[in-house]
């Protein structure tokens, strides 16, 4: 089983360009999940999605941009890329609302320079 | 709003003992879920562990087991045992609502051999 797929893994951007990391699951999960993680820190909600066609902001949402067309994928969109945004991204899955057990994406480490 | 806090940032143990880590939580819900994940090197995250918080039995799997603490909000893991392949960073996380779940900003931890 693939699970959750992120793409790219590692990803050099100017000030002001813009991109989109690509995450699909082949779970048939619901609820799908954009996190940031910053060192030190624990990861932040971005945004999520509860099925096809329903996005909504999570934690830290300013200067994203999501869309939900399918049930596997869950791509997120940064634009004109800013330093604040040198982040390691994660994307998540889960079949349940509230048990908790997501299963997540490798990883996108994120450079804004 | 929900909140983790993990006070140990590292620790280290040797292999074969046991390790507890610590997690303190403050939130206004009666009901929710509280849980371990482990972040290995290559940066997956995975679940490790899982405590309904109406559930008065501390959770178990394996090696790695919590001692939850309702009325102190407490929710440490001891790992015993501890094996080369627990090398990771653990972090700490609660949820009541499928789009709510908060992180602990983790604790790194080395076993040595």
């Known amino acids: 089983n693939a699970g959750v797929t992120q793409t790219p893994k590692f990803r050099i951007l100017k000030i002001g360009q813009s991109m989109t990391l690509q995450c699909t699951q082949d779970m048939n999960h619901n609820y799908m999940y954009w996190y940031r993680q910053d060192p030190g820190m624990g990861l932040k909600l971005i945004y999520y999605?509860?099925?096809?066609?329903?996005?909504d902001k999570g934690e830290v949402p300013n200067g994203y941009n999501v869309s939900r067309s399918t049930t596997e994928d869950f791509p997120l969109r940064l634009e004109l890329a800013a330093p604040s945004q040198t982040s390691v991204y994660f994307c998540a899955s889960s079949g349940t609302a509230n048990t908790g057990e997501l299963f997540f994406g490798e990883g996108s480490r994120l450079t804004v320079l | 709003a929900q909140t983790v806090t993990q006070s140990q940032p590292e620790m280290s143990v040797q292999e074969a003992e046991t390790v507890t880590l610590s997690c303190t939580y403050d939130?206004?819900?009666?009901?929710?879920?509280l849980f371990w994940y482990k972040q290995p090197p290559s940066r997956q995250m995975i679940l490790v562990i899982r405590q309904e918080a109406y559930k008065q039995q501390n959770a178990t799997e394996n090696r790695f087991s919590v001692n939850f603490q309702k009325a102190a909000k407490s929710f440490s893991l001891k790992i015993s045992d501890s094996q080369l392949g627990d090398t990771a960073m653990y972090f700490c996380?609660?949820?009541?609502?499928?789009?709510?779940?908060?992180f602990g900003a983790g604790t790194r931890l080395t076993v040595k051999p």
């Open positions: 999605s509860v099925g096809a066609g329903i996005t």
């Open positions: 996380a609660i949820q009541n609502t499928y789009n709510d779940m908060r």
């Open positions: 939130t206004s819900e009666s009901n929710y879920y």
